[in-house]
């Protein structure tokens, strides 16, 4: 076919083409709905058809002069696709330029404007959508790309300045109203995005109605985006909030947080809503300005203030905004920490002048009942505020941690206060539910996490134990199982394996009298239990104690029975540790009294005898002088035994007669007559000087002390083989969950693994220690 006809049929195209583009055009600015014409689907055929049969004609290697001079049917055809966006382009820029300060008019403008273009493009490809590839080998683009270019160089380049002052101006207002952004806004604030862009699709999504440039490579848009739109926009904002922050300076610590939480949620919406590739540096330029640059002077006092009157609401906001910068949780940290120091110093010096006051009928159940409930009290109400307000945030509970941690264990007898508070309270168990057995042992073990000298209180708690397990009204093994798991899951330590094992002699001395099924006197009922000797707080044995005969038949006949199924075994009665009760018959009447091992042997001297001198129960008993004094004088003072002095007086005259009441009577049938502090000589002592029994406890709890140490000392040196003095310090302290060991301790204890030849130091460097295999 000739070039001629070709030429003659595309000039029949266009016209087609730019009319109907025409009818297009009025439409969109006339608002009316568009409906395609028939014409438009013949108009692509023909378009196909022409760049087709031109193609055939005109073959791109033919080298002819007509050839060349009739050469382009594909560009005629692109030209004409750019004709007709560019005069759609033109008259919306002429239209966009008659705006002037009016923000208003500009953004319905402009958003329609861009929604318009876009469904002129989409349906104008319809048309010329066969050029796609025709496009791309003649000028590098398809379809949708020339598009965007198009009103990238009409309208954007010119107006653009323009545009981002109607978003400013917009935004302003909506600040001042305190109001979210016109959504129409997101149309203008898109167009900063995507008209950079080389590579695009355009879609039309039919369930919004809405036409869209999809970027192909949103990388290409970055520079283009931060230069023109987003680096001037966060500036601006900063400023803008610079002035406000400055001028509430003013205001209270929680007005100013909520006029803060108010105001960044609103920017963070209007962000998400309109300009989200932004969202993130927004975001952080507020974080800068209302947090960073404000929470140091939000936190001081206001947040001791609010704890102090149960503001905990108000606590709750000023951390929402505080911890949007993790970093800034710092300063509310530092507030609760000086908060709950003083509480609990508060509560220790309560304790203390509670402690001055022993003499006036306070006594150490009372100050450790005191002095861990208060503590307790205290913690439950900062894990509250935590748990409730902030999150559960570790720094916060850090804070409050490292406060009563370091408060409490200013009180020199913390280890013993709570663990005695802890007897209290497992004695007070039996007939409680499970939940509130659970509720009893979180207390104490609570309180055991705070304690620095954890194998003190395991100490105290090993006693207290001992005389739990060794009273069957107080046993409670699961529930000192469960205590001590407690304790495993914090510690390790050889202490802990003692505990366990009392725990399991007693269960396998119920096991063995169950299985044996011993005889039982029916003058004196015998139960034993078996002690593994190093396990249990006994001190001196005094094996040299003489029973009375009542008691040594039933004796003899364990042992004989304990021997025979444990062959090459050592026992050994512990006369001067246990407890039972006597059957007391006198004028007809029968009393019961609780009493200890040794008092049973002492008292049941007088069974021969109406009267004895302290020499003749010595003599027959073997008891030493004190245990004697605290055995009899309950008897003494509940006028059980009568004597010529005082009823507290001590057993100076070792011929002083103690004679049995032979017109003893109470209304009580039962009595207890156990050793008691209240019934017991005053013994001179002078002040801060320890007892013997106390003596070997420190003794045996420093040597504990030493072993820990030494081994966390050889474990580390045998891991690094060599390491500097100040790291080994650091990592034994830090290893070390028992105790905490101060540095002084610590030396010596390298000194002595020196002298052991354990580990020597360089000889050219004293600080630096090597491991010897």
């Known amino acids: 076919m000739s070039g001629i006809i070709l030429n003659q049929r595309f000039q029949k195209v266009e016209e087609m083409c730019l009319e109907h583009a025409r009818i297009l055009k009025q439409n969109l600015f006339a608002g009316v709905q568009f409906k395609l014409p028939k014409q438009i689907m013949e108009l692509n055929s023909e378009i196909l058809n022409l760049s087709s049969e031109w193609s055939r004609s005109f073959p791109k290697n033919a080298h002819s002069q007509q050839n060349a ?227 140091q002077r939000l936190s001081t006092t206001t947040v001791q203030y609010l704890l102090s009157v149960d503001g905990i609401t108000q606590l709750g906001e000023l951390y929402n905004l505080i911890s949007r910068e993790k970093d800034c949780v710092k300063f509310i940290a530092e507030e609760f920490t000086v908060y709950f120091l003083s509480q609990v110093r508060q509560v220790n010096q309560n304790i203390s002048d509670q402690s001055k006051q022993q003499s006036q009928g306070q006594n150490k159940q009372v100050l450790a009942e005191n002095l861990c409930n208060q503590i307790l009290e205290i913690m439950e109400k900062a894990k509250d505020i935590i748990k409730t307000q902030m999150q559960n945030s570790s720094k916060l509970i850090q804070a409050y941690q490292n406060a009563f941690t370091t408060a409490f264990n200013e009180v020199d007898e913390a280890p013993f206060y709570v663990a005695l508070f802890a007897d209290m309270l497992i004695r007070s168990d039996k007939g409680i539910n499970e939940i509130e057995t659970d509720i009893k042992l979180n207390k104490i073990f609570t309180l055991f996490q705070l304690l620095y000298q954890r194998d003190k209180f395991l100490q105290h708690h090993q006693k207290f134990l001992s005389q739990r397990l060794l009273n069957q009204i107080n046993q409670n093994l699961n529930l000192e199982k469960n205590l001590l798991q407690k304790f495993k899951g914090e510690t390790q330590t050889n202490v802990l394996a003692q505990l366990q094992n009392m725990v399991n002699d007693i269960q396998q001395s119920l096991r063995f009298i169950s299985d044996q099924k011993i005889h039982k006197n029916q003058k004196f009922e015998l139960s034993v239990y078996l002690l593994s000797f190093g396990c249990w707080p006994i001190g001196k044995i005094q094996d040299e104690i003489i029973p009375p005969l009542q008691m040594i038949n039933s004796l003899s006949l364990y042992e004989q029975i304990y021997q025979e199924k444990n062959n090459g075994r050592i026992l050994q009665w512990t006369f001067n540790y246990g407890s039972g009760e006597i059957n007391y018959k006198i004028q007809n009447d029968k009393y019961y009294f609780s009493v200890t091992t040794l008092q049973i042997i002492s008292f049941l001297q007088f069974n021969q005898e109406d009267q004895l001198t302290i020499q003749q129960i010595y003599d027959r008993t073997q008891i030493n002088q004190i245990d004697l004094e605290n055995s009899l004088i309950p008897f003494i003072c509940n006028k059980i035994l009568q004597r010529q002095k005082q009823d507290l007086d001590t057993f100076s005259d070792k011929n002083e007669i103690i004679k049995l009441n032979l017109v003893f009577n109470n209304k009580q049938k039962r009595i207890k007559m156990l050793p008691h502090s209240k019934m017991q000589p005053k013994r001179e002592r002078k002040l801060g000087e320890l007892t013997q029994e106390e003596k070997e406890y420190e003794e045996q709890l420093i040597k504990q002390r030493e072993f820990v140490v030494d081994s966390q000392l050889v474990r580390t040196m045998k891991s690094k083989k060599t390491i500097k003095h100040f790291d080994l310090l650091a990592q034994c302290q830090q290893m070390i969950t028992i105790f905490k060991p101060d540095v002084k301790f610590v030396k010596k204890r390298i000194e002595n693994l020196i002298e052991r030849g354990y580990i020597k130091r360089d000889e050219v460097d004293c600080n630096l220690y090597h491991y010897l295999n």
């Open 69 to 295: 001079k009739n050469d382009g049917m594909e560009d005629k055809l692109i030209n004409l696709y750019k004709q007709c966006l560019n005069e759609f382009v033109t008259d919306l820029y002429e239209q966009f330029k008659e705006t002037q300060n009016q923000k208003d008019i500009t953004l319905q403008l402009v958003a329609k404007h861009y929604h318009d273009y876009k469904a002129y493009s989409y349906w104008l490809y319809k048309i010329f959508y066969h050029l796609d590839s025709s496009t791309l080998s003649t000028v590098g683009a398809d379809l949708h790309s020339l598009s965007l270019e198009a009103i990238q160089k009409g309208y954007f380049k010119e107006g653009k300045e323009k545009l981002f002052s109607t978003i400013l101006d917009v935004l302003l207002e909506s600040r001042q109203q305190e109001i979210l952004l016109d959504k129409k806004v997101k149309s203008l604030c898109e167009l900063f995005i995507v008209m950079d862009a080389k590579s695009v699709r355009l879609k039309y999504e039919r369930e919004q109605s809405m036409y869209d440039y999809i970027c192909l490579n949103f990388q290409e848009t970055e520079k283009s985006y931060r230069d023109n739109f987003e680096n001037k926009f966060i500036d601006e904002t900063k400023k803008f909030y610079k002035v406000q922050i400055s001028e509430r300076k003013n205001l209270g610590a929680i007005e100013f947080v909520r006029w803060a939480l108010k105001v960044i949620q609103l920017e963070e919406q209007m962000s998400l809503e309109s300009y989200s590739k932004s969202f993130d540096k927004i975001k952080n330029s507020l974080n800068q300005l209302f947090v960073k640059e404000q929470a």
